[in-house]
């Protein structure tokens, strides 16, 4: 019997892995330029930590962990996202006793036990920014701008980015209850799900993906903003437009996990459909505290690769030129092997790209193979050439051939070359 892959993972196939690896590079260094550190938390956690911090009325912690016990007995969760984590790894290493803020991204596997279809998947890829210790919304402002400024260095186009603000605890109280003044005459009407949040977690009303009927006329969290939420708001916005960022404010972006306080975004590609949203976040002043630290506000997103190397492929942006070897060795007698071996280490270690082959195939068959690997060059080494210390260099694009020295093949392909694939953009 073969075994298949669980529902909902995915298999990075050496065709794909370029792309991922050229999208990691972009971002680690747009981080660094942006003054964040790269912080690689575990990928499970105690369960508490996902139950306090994302929160227990989500659908996350209700119906999409991953949680099992382990042999100690302990409750342990895959995590479904990496916020928490970090937040953890924060209060554990004390960081919030180094200078503030501290800024962290970190790139990794999250779990949730979600329907999968195209854009979301049971394992998926979060690029993850957290900022901790500034209330400045010259920060919140910097996160949202960042996802962009990745974008248009990829040279994405067509990305639209929802704001809003859904308040603090000190304003939203009252604005729940609107909410739930607006609802209740209709709570008979509602889906099932949306009748167990109006008393749980009412913002999640506005989040209802199965009747949007009520959605449009209900309250909305910009007009019930206190003093500092509406300060905050508008002094992101205002710098929004100076970094010109183009964004709408949505009252209707409330996200699906509970730490949030002020200000909330998301960033959709539409071309995606049903599941465009490709990245989204927001400030949650309040998680640190809910998690035992001292009151520290924080602010970040989380974008999915998949998501965004699906949004790179829609609008036919490339990301990466096929990686091919430099060179392809070919011995075509077997008494040319040992010969061609030594060669081909000789090349490695040169710091090119090199390969053979190791099944004894025909001139034709290798050459064919050298050109499924990408090969620039092939070098054959037959009995002639084994005799005179030499190969025949083949440029396999234009099929020309020449005789070089065996000693001096990796200097010549070095200088032709450039810099060695492994250092290669
Ligand atoms: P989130 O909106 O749950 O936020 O997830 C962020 C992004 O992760 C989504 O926009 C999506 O691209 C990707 N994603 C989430 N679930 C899946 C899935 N099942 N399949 C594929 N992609 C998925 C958070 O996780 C927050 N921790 C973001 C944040 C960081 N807020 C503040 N700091």
């Known amino acids: 019997m073969q075994i298949s892959a669980p529902r909902g993972t995915n298999d990075v196939l050496p065709d794909q892995a370029p792309a991922w690896r050229a ?14 550190r790269e912080l690689r938390p575990p990928i499970f956690e105690h369960t508490e930590l996902f139950q306090r911090g994302v929160g227990e009325a989500t659908d996350i912690v209700e119906k999409e962990m991953y949680t099992f016990e ?10 479904p996202e990496i916020t928490a984590g970090l937040v953890r790894a924060y209060l554990e290493h004390n960081l919030h006793q180094g200078p503030q803020p501290t800024k962290l991204w970190s790139i990794g596997p999250g779990f949730r036990y979600e329907k999968p279809q195209a854009g979301r998947y049971r394992q998926f890829t979060q690029w993850d920014v957290e900022v901790f210790g500034s209330l400045n919304p010259a920060v919140d402002a910097e996160v949202i701008q960042m996802g962009i400024e990745l974008a248009g260095r990829l040279g994405l186009e067509g990305l639209v980015v929802r704001l809003n603000s859904i308040g603090c605890p000190r304003c939203r109280p009252a604005y729940r209850e609107a909410l739930k003044a607006y609802y209740r005459p209709h709570l008979a009407e509602l889906c099932e799900n949306c009748r ?27 007009d019930h903003l206190c003093d500092e939420c509406r300060e905050h708001f508008a ?12 964004f709408e404010v949505d009252p209707g972006i409330v996200r699906g996990l509970d730490y949030y ?45 998949e998501r965004m190397l699906l949004t790179l492929e829609k609008s036919g942006r490339r990301l990466a030129a ?33 390969d053979t082959d190791y099944l004894g195939r025909s001139l034709k068959s290798q050459m064919k193979l050298a050109d499924r690997l990408g090969a620039r060059h ?11 210390g030499t190969v025949s260099l083949r440029d396999m694009a234009t099929g020309e051939q020449r ?11 070095r200088a032709e070359l450039g810099p060695p694939a492994g250092g290669r953009d």
């Open 235 to 246: 002094a992101v916005q205002g710098h929004l437009r100076r970094l010109g960022v183009a």
């Open 196 to 222: 167990s949040r109006f008393e749980r977690n009412p913002l999640r009303l506005l989040d209802c993906k199965e009747d949007r009927r009520f959605v449009a006329g209900a309250p909305r969290t910009v």
């Open 261 to 305: 306080t002020k200000t909330v975004f998301e960033v959709t590609y539409p071309p995606l459909g049903a599941q465009s949203t490709v990245w989204g976040g927001g400030r949650y002043d309040g998680l640190i505290e809910e998690l035992g630290g001292p009151s520290t506000p924080g602010v970040g997103f989380a974008m999915g690769m």
């Open 322 to 354: 096929p990686e091919g070897l430099d060179v392809f060795v070919a011995p075509l007698s077997p008494a040319a092997g040992d010969a061609a071996l030594e060669l081909l280490y000789a090349l490695r270690r040169a710091g090119l790209a090199a």
């Open 23 to 36: 999208l990691e590079r972009a971002i680690e260094r747009l981080c660094a330029q942006y003054g964040y």
């Open 378 to 388: 092939a070098a054959l080494i037959g009995d002639d050439e084994l005799a005179a």
């Open 403 to 413: 005789s070089v020295p065996r000693g001096e093949l990796a200097a010549l392909l």
């Open 70 to 79: 382990d042999r100690g007995g302990r409750s342990v969760t895959l995590r």
